[in-house]
């Protein structure tokens, strides 16, 4: 078996389905309202409100209760139609401020309420979970003697330890994912807005949006011609998939943290590594920092094997020397997760411009603000 014809032969398939897509741009059927204005992660003004409004029986689509009673029966829910009407929907709903011991008080990012049921969605793109946050919610629906609180993000990940705390996965809450249960959704949605064109065709711009980010834009056209290469290969593709782990791992050691010592180096910068970066902890680390500094400016990612990475301004944690806590926090919205995924990104150090270029502004605002920061 020759490897290599693998690598080529997909790499040849790909080709035609970059140039396929380009053609497809060229005669405008990629343009998208929610790129154009920049709106495709934005978890608030776009995905909160976009759902919200799908949900709400009285929202501008003109569905009435249909996607509301779509989207309760994909969560195992099941109400008389007669009831979702009045169906009262919120959107970055208010219950207090965050009380000392974070076991109340918080926003709720979308709300519903059928008579006496609760329903309570916290919804995640590529933000971080807050501390006790979902111990929050759990506590506040529990005011009703029926609720629900789901927990969605683009994969159907599981909250942090943090945010959860002892709440128990599948009896305290669910999780959903925009991949699968919003995507198909949607398309339920697409089904019933067919004598309505213009929301027919909002639909099919935001379905865009969610395979975009969820990584599930190639047509099954496609997909069927990539499967059967990967069938005259499958123990290339088992090999593939069993150094995914070790792949992430020198793609990001390889192309951003080795050419990150030597930019320190060439600036006088001290670099940092944390502790267990190189296996892909959770809360692992790289950075820079000053003689006399007590705290750095870092690149660090809040789950395992590079997810969700985000850059600011931390210091060491005394219980934890390896892990950063954050002063400044902001999330790379260009790059939120290093994996396989922006592999291309990595080797052709788009990655590491973009990191250097986050470093730089940081270093510019701690020059100009030193009382703020206070880096000493």
């Not at 501390?131 to 003697?145: C, G, M, V």
């Not at 150094?243 to 390889?254: A, I």
């Not at 180096?265 to 902890?281: A, L, P, T, V």
Request: charge should be negative; include cysteine; aromatic fraction near 12%.
């Amino acid at each position: 078996m020759n490897n290599e014809s693998f690598f080529q032969s997909t790499q040849i398939l790909l080709n035609l389905i970059s140039e396929k897509k380009q053609r497809a741009i060229e005669r405008g059927e990629y343009y998208n309202i929610f790129e154009v204005l920049n709106l495709s992660t934005d978890e608030v003004r776009l995905h909160s409100s976009f759902i919200a409004d799908l949900l709400n029986p009285k929202g501008k689509h003109g569905l009435g209760v249909k996607p509301l009673d779509s989207f309760l029966k994909i969560l195992g829910l099941d109400f008389d139609e007669g009831t979702l009407g009045n169906c009262n929907v919120k959107r970055e709903f208010v219950i207090g401020s965050i009380s000392a011991d974070q076991t109340s008080g918080g926003n709720i990012d979308i709300l519903l309420t059928i008579e006496d049921y609760l329903i309570i969605i916290e919804n995640k793109i590529y933000a971080g979970d807050q501390p006790r946050q979902l111990i929050r919610y759990h506590n506040f629906a529990k005011s009703r003697p029926h609720h629900a609180l789901v927990y969605l993000t683009l994969g159907g990940d599981k909250p942090s330890d943090s945010s959860a705390d002892e709440l128990v996965y599948g009896k305290d809450y669910k999780c959903i994912s925009y991949g699968k249960d919003i995507t198909e959704w949607i398309e339920k949605c697409l089904s019933m807005a067919v004598a309505k064109p213009l929301i027919r065709e909002t639909l099919q711009q935001y379905l865009f949006i969610i395979k975009t980010l969820t990584d599930t834009i190639m047509e099954e056209e496609d997909k069927s011609k990539l499967f059967a290469i990967m069938d005259k290969y499958p123990d290339v593709v088992l090999a593939i998939r069993k150094e995914d782990w070790g792949y992430r791992k020198y793609l990001v050691s390889t192309y951003v943290t080795k050419p990150f010592k030597e930019w320190c180096s060439q600036r006088q910068y001290d670099c940092n590594i944390g502790f267990e970066f190189e296996n892909q902890d959770k809360g692992v680390w790289f950075g820079i920092s000053l003689p006399g500094w007590k705290k750095r400016v870092a690149v660090w990612f809040e789950n395992q094997n590079y997810q969700k990475a985000y850059y600011g301004i931390g210091e060491p944690n005394t219980n934890d020397p390896g892990s950063i806590v954050a002063i400044e926090k902001n999330a790379f919205e260009k790059y939120p997760s290093w994996s396989v995924d922006i592999a291309k990104e990595l080797i052709t150090n788009k990655v590491f411009d973009y990191v250097c270029e986050k470093m730089e502004q940081i270093m510019t605002k701690i020059r100009m603000n030193p009382e703020k920061y206070q880096m000493k």
